[in-house]
Each structure stands twice: as C-alpha cells, then as structure tokens.
Nanobody
Framework: QVQLVESGGGLVQAGGSLRLSCTLSGHTFSNYAMAWFRQAPGKEREFVAAITWSGGTTFYADSVKGRFTISRYNVKNTVYLQMNSLTPVDTAVYYC?????????????????WGQGTQVTVSS
C-alpha cells in the first residue's frame, strides 16, 4: 500500500519561506515521478511543480517559477518543495502526488497516489 505523507506547512508572513516535504512508503520511490499541487478555498486544484524519477528534469507553473524549487532525495524517499517570496496568493492546501513509471505531468488525473495535504497560509 503506497502512502504519501506531507509535512512542513504552516503560517508565514508575506515574503517569507517554507519547505514542504513528502515521504513515500510502500513502494520503490525511484519508480515515481513526483509533483506538488495546491488547492485554495473555492478554487480547483492546480499544478505547482513536478520532477522526474531521477530529478534530472523539473517543471513549474508560471505562477511559482523563480520562487519555488522542487527537489528529491531518493535515498530518503522524499520530495521537497522549497517556497520563497511567498505571497497571500500562495495560501492553499498543498498536496504531493506520485506518478508510477511516469515523467511528470501538469494534469492531476495522471497521478496514481496522493497525500493528505498540508496547509500553507501566508499573511499580508
């Protein structure tokens, strides 16, 4: 049974930083491309960033490019999202997602497993 557990969310002031972590258990982590999505109140879930199984390729939503960095450490079965220069618009529940034998995607329907989400709140 594959499980994804996120951590690292919280309350931060505008301009601040947070680092989210997501650990996969129950399967071989390096078999998965990984991604982060987010969902703000009253809005649809949206793509944030993705990374291939090796970490060699990453891609981002335009809204976070240059501020957020996705990375992974396969030895620890963990993917990270470093978020800098946060603004209130970044307030959302952040979810990590795993795509088995994939190359990553901006489409949430292409991911096989999801975490429970972690709340990020940015105050002005």
């Amino acid at each position: 049974q594959v499980q994804l557990v996120e951590s690292g969310g919280g309350l931060v002031q505008a301009g601040g930083s947070l680092r989210l972590s997501c650990t996969l258990s129950g399967h071989t982590f390096s078999n998965y491309a990984m991604a982060w999505f987010r969902q703000a109140p009253g809005k649809e879930r949206e793509f944030v960033a993705a990374i291939t199984w090796s970490g060699g390729t990453t891609f981002y939503a335009d809204s976070v490019k240059g501020r957020f960095t996705i990375s992974r450490y396969n030895v620890k079965n963990t993917v990270y999202l470093q978020m800098n220069s946060l603004t209130p618009v970044d307030t959302a529940v952040y979810y990590c997602a795993a795509q088995l034998y994939g190359v990553g995607s901006r489409n949430s329907n292409e991911y096989h497993y999801w975490g429970q989400g972690t709340q990020v709140t940015v105050s002005s």
